[in-house]
């Protein structure tokens, strides 16, 4: 991949003098997840969440090239000397190219032949969209679904500026505030008007209604739970669990009636947040968006990284629930049983699609199942 963007650098025309700097690190870890059309309701998005330690890029300087490249092509032609520097990132290439008036994040996927063509558009919308509901997000440059033979975002890079805010505090806040953030039930997935129209990346594969796709996921993972099941085959849960987590499930059917359905961000930690000092903070990296039950889904996979994960402290989770206005204690039991439904999706999701990740889901949805079975 590396090789083939050298070459189509040299085809396009080449970019302005570029200073490389690898000492610089940039305050957004930008750990771009590569968003999938979400196959049995939110689980492929769900599997990348385990996938968080960058791999090493063969080339740096080839890649600087190519994002100095399409920086010059997309957003501002080079007079003088710009730097670029590689930057943290694990399904994505992340680099930032400054100097000579511009400062911009360029991202593009790790792996093409994964890569659908409606990812950046679809992560460009929701950023967007969110935005001009009052949910602060960096601009977007640049979208090409083909640069050469990669799809490719360029946005504005934010500086951060020191803030003795709460980062949960305010993630929470933000959680909130794209719950509000409206969605036309009547444009999911329609044709027309492309500003309105919600992507269909951002839809689950059990269709545009919102909240009849939440019930037809529910129905899907009940239908599931029968005496066949592959996961009872692979000692998921046992026999004796089959009814209590059925149980579960249609508890959960009942009290998500009436839920809010919306845009989701889908990774609300504070490495995805750009302090502004007394200002509210940016909310970066949409890589991961979708649509779902608002705020739960949020509040889902911040409870998820605590009570499973061992990765956000309970006092964190606490603070996140508080900026979202959501009474935790209250809403543990029902976080429980999305928990139960998200590792039941992401085991189903692994045997239809990613076998090599089949071990460890399974392991992880035993383990989700014995502390949230109840």
């Known amino acids: 991949m590396v090789g083939r963007r050298r070459e189509l650098g040299l085809s396009r025309g080449t970019a302005g003098p570029v200073h490389q700097d690898p000492d610089q690190h940039h ?30 890029d063969p080339d740096e300087g080839s890649l600087v090239s190519f994002a100095a490249l399409a920086v010059e092509k997309l957003v501002s032609p080079a007079r003088g000397t710009r730097q670029g520097a590689l930057l943290p990132g694990v399904d994505a290439h992340v680099v930032r190219i400054w100097g000579d008036g511009v400062d911009v ?24 969209h969110a935005a001009r509901h009052g949910v602060p997000t960096p601009r977007v440059l640049a979208d090409e679904p083909e640069f050469g033979e990669a799809p490719l975002m360029i946005v504005e890079h934010v500086t951060s500026i020191a803030s003795d805010r709460d980062p949960w505090h305010d993630l929470g806040r933000l959680a909130a505030a794209l719950a509000e953030v409206p969605l036309d039930p009547a444009a999911a997935g329609a044709s027309g008007d492309d500003d309105a129209r919600v992507p269909d990346a951002l839809l689950t594969r059990f269709g545009p209604d919102l909240p009849e796709a939440w019930r037809r996921h529910l129905r899907y993972g009940l239908d599931s739970l029968v005496p066949g099941d592959r996961l009872l085959g692979l000692g998921v849960y046992t026999e004796q669990q089959r009814g209590p987590l059925r149980a579960a499930l249609e508890q959960l059917a009942v009290e998500s009636t009436g839920w809010r359905h919306g845009l989701v961000h889908g990774d609300l930690a504070p490495r995805n947040l750009v302090p502004r000092g007394a200002d509210d903070p940016v909310l970066i990296d949409w890589g991961t968006a979708r649509t779902g039950p608002v705020p739960w889904l949020e509040l889902d996979r911040a409870h998820r990284w605590s009570a499973l994960d061992g990765l ?40 239809e699609r990613r076998p090599d990740r089949l071990a460890r889901e399974v392991e992880e949805a035993r383990r989700a199942i014995a502390r949230c079975l109840r």
């Open 105 to 128: 994040v360029v991202r593009t996927p790790r792996d093409l032949t994964g890569s659908a063509p409606d990812t950046y558009p679809a992560e460009r919308w929701a950023a967007e």
């Open 312 to 351: 956000v402290g309970a006092d964190e989770l606490r603070r996140f629930a508080d900026g979202l206005g959501v009474d935790l204690d209250d809403a543990l039991p029902t976080l429980r049983r999305l928990a139960l439904l998200h590792h039941l999706d992401l085991v189903r999701w692994a045997l």
């Open 27 to 56: 305050h957004q870890n930008q750990h771009d997840q590569h968003q999938h059309q979400h196959h049995d309701g939110h689980e492929a998005v769900a599997a990348l969440e385990s996938d968080s330690s960058p791999a090493p």
